[in-house]
């Protein structure tokens, strides 16, 4: 599994589609599962830039993958996204589960991702849940990338400030390399 990691607005979900039609990958994105399946408070809490509790998501992406061929490369974009659900993910793979063959991480400047979500016009991309969104992610995402280093996953810093088509053959390359 490759997993595509950036803070919301960074590219994940069209550098995710993208890929997967130049792989013919199955692409999965958590964002776009919760939105359909998450009502009531806690979309709102979701729309205010809110995680969802560890348990929920593990449990929802944990469902998905009992339901899918997890043996063939697919690419999961926008899980995990703390420390607990990382570690569920890679003691997945070291039970003989899921494993893990590469992050993607796209790093985007705020100055980019501000932009490029408030062009993008979803409920959700106001300044205000933007900026909550970048703190959610750089106190609890941004941590894991260690660990998967840590624990042998290689991962690929992309800039992904650039355009979209610069993104993808930067992501291409990294995927040929060997670290």
Do not use: C
């Not at 998450?38 to 929920?56: F, I, N, P, Q, Y």
């Not at 703190?135 to 979209?164: A, C, Q």
């Amino acid at each position: 599994m490759i997993l595509i990691m950036g803070v919301p607005g960074s590219g994940k979900s069209l550098q995710g589609k993208l890929l997967a039609d130049a792989k013919a990958y199955r692409w999965i994105s958590t964002g776009e599962l919760l939105r359909k399946l998450v009502t009531g408070d806690r979309r709102k809490d979701m729309d205010a830039g809110k995680l969802l509790g560890d348990e929920e998501v593990i449990a929802l992406v944990d469902k998905l993958f009992s339901s899918m061929d997890v043996n063939a490369e697919f690419i999961l974009d926008g899980f995990p996204r703390t420390k607990k659900q990382a570690d569920w993910l890679l003691t997945q793979g070291e039970t003989g589960g899921l494993k893990v063959t590469h992050v993607l991480f796209l790093n985007a400047s705020e100055a980019v991702v501000v932009e490029r979500l408030l062009k993008r016009g979803r409920q959700d991309d106001a300044e205000d849940v933007i900026k909550h969104r970048f703190w959610e992610y750089r106190t609890r995402t941004l941590p894991i990338l260690e660990e998967f280093k840590n624990r042998g996953v290689l991962v690929h810093e992309i800039n992904s400030d650039k355009t979209p088509e610069a993104i993808h053959q930067g992501i291409l390359r990294a995927l040929q390399s060997k670290n």
